[in-house]
């Protein structure tokens, strides 16, 4: 709860890296609501994103470099 409330006043803790984690990748509700009703669902599609996501990211900058 300290690092929360710290991170509410402005200062950098693990809350806000993982914030803005879920923010980059879409999934900023989770962070609103403080949880979501199942979460073995959302950690399936939120693991899946990370590797599109991550996936798309190396494709382009292959394509860039040749």
């Known amino acids: 709860?300290?690092?929360?409330n710290l991170?509410?006043?402005?200062r950098t803790t693990w809350c806000t890296r993982s914030e803005?984690?879920?923010s980059r990748y879409d999934?900023?509700?989770?962070?609103?609501?403080?949880g979501?009703?199942?979460e073995s669902i959302i950690?399936?599609?939120?693991k899946q994103r990370v590797k599109d996501c991550h996936?798309?990211?190396w494709t382009e900058s292959v394509n860039i470099k040749y």
């Open 1 to 4: 709860m300290m690092d929360y």
């Open 7 to 10: 991170h509410e006043m402005g």
């Open 20 to 22: 803005n984690f879920l």
């Open 27 to 34: 999934y900023n509700y989770v962070w609103m609501n403080q």
């Open 36 to 38: 979501v009703s199942n």
């Open 43 to 46: 950690m399936f599609e939120f």
């Open 55 to 57: 996936l798309q990211e």
